[in-house]
Nanobody, 119 residues
Framework: QVQLVESGGGLVQAGGSLRLSCVAS????????MGWFRQAPGKEREFVAA????????YYAEPVKGRFTISRENAKNTVYLQMDSLKPEDTAVYYC????????????WGQGTQVTVSS
């Protein structure tokens, strides 16, 4: 089993920044992709960003392109999501997840961290 713990959420004004972290522990695969998703109240969970093991390939959802940056430190089993120029519509619970490779299903999920952006 792989455990994922997110942190870094909070309340921020529109235009502000937050950096989310997600630490993986337990029986982590020798290599794995990591992704961030979010779910706003009353909405479906949606993809935000993903990164491969080496960090050389990454993808972003259109609403966050140019504002969010995903990165990782494999030595720390940690993935980050730097969120800049935050908007009220970014308000959601943010989840990290692990998959065997980019494009594969995500097998493990964290409990989520709340991000609230006030206008």
């Amino acid at each position: 089993q792989v455990q994922l713990v997110e942190s870094g959420g909070g309340l921020v004004q529109a235009g502000g920044s937050l950096r989310l972290s997600c630490v993986a522990s337990g029986r982590t695969p020798s290599s794995y992709a990591m992704g961030w998703f979010r779910q706003a109240p009353g909405k479906e969970r949606e993809f935000v960003a993903a990164i491969n093991w080496s960090g050389g390939r990454f993808y972003y959802a259109e609403p966050v392109k140019g504002r969010f940056t995903i990165s990782r430190e494999n030595a720390k089993n940690t993935v980050y999501l730097q969120m800049d120029s935050l908007k009220p519509e970014d308000t959601a619970v943010y989840y990290c997840a692990v998959s065997e490779m980019l494009g594969y299903d995500y097998d493990y999920w964290g409990q989520g961290t709340q991000v609230t952006v006030s206008s």
